[in-house]
C-alpha cells in the first residue's frame, strides 16, 4: 500500500519535527533561539531534500486545500505550519522569547 503524496511529505515533516522537539532541543545548552533557529533551517532543508528525492520531476501536484502547488512548497508550508505550535509549546516551557536579546 502507497500513501498518498502529500501524506508522504507530512510523514517526513512530522518525523524530523518529533526527531528536533524530542530529540535535538533539549539537548542544546544553553538553549536559545538563535540555536533552534540554526538547528531548524538545517532540518527545513533536510525535509527539502527528502522530499526532493521523491518527488523531483515527477510532475505531481500537491493540494494545500485552497490550491495546488508543487512538492517543494508543499513541505515548506507544512512544516511552518506543524512547527508553529510545537515551538511555542516548547518556548514557553523553557521561558524563550523570539523577541530577546541574546548577545
Known sequence: MTLPPE???LTIN???LAV???GIYPTLRP???S???RVDAVLSCLSLVVAGALFWDTGVRFSLLLFQTNWAVF???TMMV???PLARWFMRKHGL???DDEG
Open 82 to 84: 506543524m512547527e508553529y
Open 14 to 16: 512530522a518525523t524530523i
Open 75 to 77: 513541505a515548506l508550508v
Open 97 to 99: 522569547s523570539m523577541f
Open 20 to 22: 528536533a522537539y524530542l
Open 31 to 33: 538553549i536559545t533561539v
Open 35 to 37: 540555536k533552534m533557529m
Open 7 to 9: 501524506l508522504q511529505v
